[in-house]
């Protein structure tokens, strides 16, 4: 296919050579190849940097950050500073995700399409089983459904549905009270929905938006919700969309992430910030279901001890959860992008 839109890709590492490998080959194969792809490794040793120059990709730039410019938003910023001027979209992808051939092409024809959109993501497609409905289906309490496909909904929201506490919006909107349905929600169904929120591993922005809007430095190494704070900004000041053809499978990877403990507290603290940043102002209800959503979720995973073999996991996870639920009330995160 003739390409019209220059692109980047920008592609943010840490401690995942094979990982990256394997992302760069299945890039090798695109019907559309990146004008330039920029690996920003915040890695803490040379094996990044080393197999990269015994497997050499057209077009690539190779960065080792220093330690000051170590982490997802800071990478991702540090990589927007040195992206081509002639570029017109810039793409991110995850170290750990493995594209369809016609990922790119797809995911900038949306452009082509919708003109007005400031970013647009891709679609992973081996984290969620779908099925199609057939036409007379009838509403099953332990089901999700959305435009003409169901899947098996979690446990979680199965008893959110029972509370009354579940998302009144679509798939990728953030109810006043947060804690809506994320990308996962949306269906295989091939089409280009609207959304308020895409992952930042699988997503890719206009130029322009992002020499003027940067990736916020609240959220600091592993980055959790980095990426909803950065669409749900978007968001508020104009059309983002997400393209269910652009498609590519997500393997994560263990190796870079928090210990659950951390982890636990950053769901909740990182949770807060994102839904403040969108809502800074909630009505008493919203506040008063965030919460009451948040102390169920933290009730859940602490079953997990007594019902799943990652015990200590479960168990660590949870106490960073509380810690973090109770942080709130008298050190409440700042907004610092």
Not at 86 to 107: K, N, S
Not at 120 to 137: D, L, R
């Amino acid at each position: 296919m003739h390409q019209t839109v220059p692109f980047s890709l920008i592609i943010c590492t840490y401690m995942r050579a094979m990982p990256l490998l394997s992302l760069l080959n299945s890039v090798k194969e695109q019907t559309l190849y990146p004008n330039e792809i920029l690996i920003i490794d915040g890695s803490t040793n040379l094996e990044t940097e080393t197999i990269l120059k015994k497997h050499p990709f057209a077009n690539l730039h190779y960065f080792k950050v220093p330690d000051h410019e170590r982490g997802l938003t800071k990478q991702r910023n540090f990589g927007i500073k040195k992206v081509n001027s002639a570029m017109d979209v810039v793409c991110f992808l995850d170290d750990d995700t493995i594209l369809e051939p016609d990922y790119f092409e797809q995911l900038l024809h949306t452009y082509t399409v919708f003109p007005d959109a400031l970013g647009v993501g891709g679609y992973i497609t081996n984290e969620t089983v779908w099925e199609q409905a057939s036409s007379g289906y009838q509403s099953n309490i332990k089901e999700y459904y959305y435009d003409g496909w169901k899947k098996k909904d979690g446990s979680r929201f199965v008893i959110r549905k029972k509370l009354g506490l579940d998302s009144n919006l679509p798939p990728c909107f953030m109810p006043e009270f947060s804690h809506g349905r994320s990308v996962g929600f949306l269906p295989p169904t091939g089409k280009i929905y609207e959304v308020q929120q895409f992952m930042g591993g699988v997503s890719s922005f206009k130029k322009e938006v992002l020499d003027q809007h940067k990736f916020s430095t609240y959220f600091q190494g592993y980055g959790l919700y980095e990426d909803a704070d950065y669409t749900f900004r978007l968001s508020n000041l104009g059309k983002l969309y997400l393209n269910t053809n652009a498609k590519l499978a997500h393997f994560h990877d263990g190796s870079g992430r928090p210990n659950k403990y951390t982890y636990g507290k950053m769901v909740v603290r990182n949770g807060w910030y994102v839904w403040r940043v969108k809502y800074p102002n909630p009505s008493l209800k919203a506040r008063l279901k965030w919460n009451l959503i948040s102390l169920l979720l933290l009730s859940i995973r602490f079953t997990n001890v007594f019902t799943t073999i990652e015990k200590k996991e479960a168990f660590t996870e949870s106490v960073g959860r509380l810690v973090g639920w109770f942080s709130l009330m008298f050190n409440k995160p700042k907004e610092n992008q």
